[in-house]
Nanobody, 128 residues
Framework: QVQLVESGGGLVQAGGSLRLSCAFA??????????LGWCRQVPEKEREFVGA????????VYAGSVNGRFTSSRDNGKSTGYLQMNSLKPEDTAVYYC???????????????????WGQGTQVTVSP
């Protein structure tokens, strides 16, 4: 069983930056995910895709609303992925989740239904 633990959310003014972290651990075994994705959700709306990357490669993909402002990365040694969020806007306010996809296909990375392991979520609030 793989567990994801997120950290790094908080309150920031518009134009500011935050970095989210997502550490994963598989009990008793070495685990290499297909990739790592980030999604967000606001109350009464569906969870939406934000960004993702293939763990073993250089491919990354982002939602149009965050492209050029958010960047994902990883630290293999720490089994941790990161989401660097710059030039934050009030509309970025949401609970952010990291998740592991079922496969490494680009389609799977961008579909929230193709993720099967989720972190607990971390609140990001951007004030005007």
């Amino acid at each position: 069983q793989v567990q994801l633990v997120e950290s790094g959310g908080g309150l920031v003014q518009a134009g500011g930056s935050l970095r989210l972290s997502c550490a994963f651990a598989a009990s008793g075994r070495i685990f290499r995910p297909f990739g790592l994705g980030w999604c967000r959700q606001v109350p009464e709306k569906e969870r939406e895709f934000v960004g993702a990357f293939r763990w073993g490669g250089v491919t990354s993909v982002y939602a149009g609303s965050v492209n050029g402002r958010f960047t994902s990365s990883r630290d293999n040694g720490k089994s941790t992925g990161y989401l660097q969020m710059n030039s934050l806007k009030p509309e970025d306010t949401a609970v952010y989740y990291c998740a592991l996809p079922r496969s490494s296909g680009l389609g799977a990375l961008t579909r929230t239904n193709d993720y099967d392991t989720w972190g607990q979520g971390t609140q990001v609030t951007v004030s005007p």
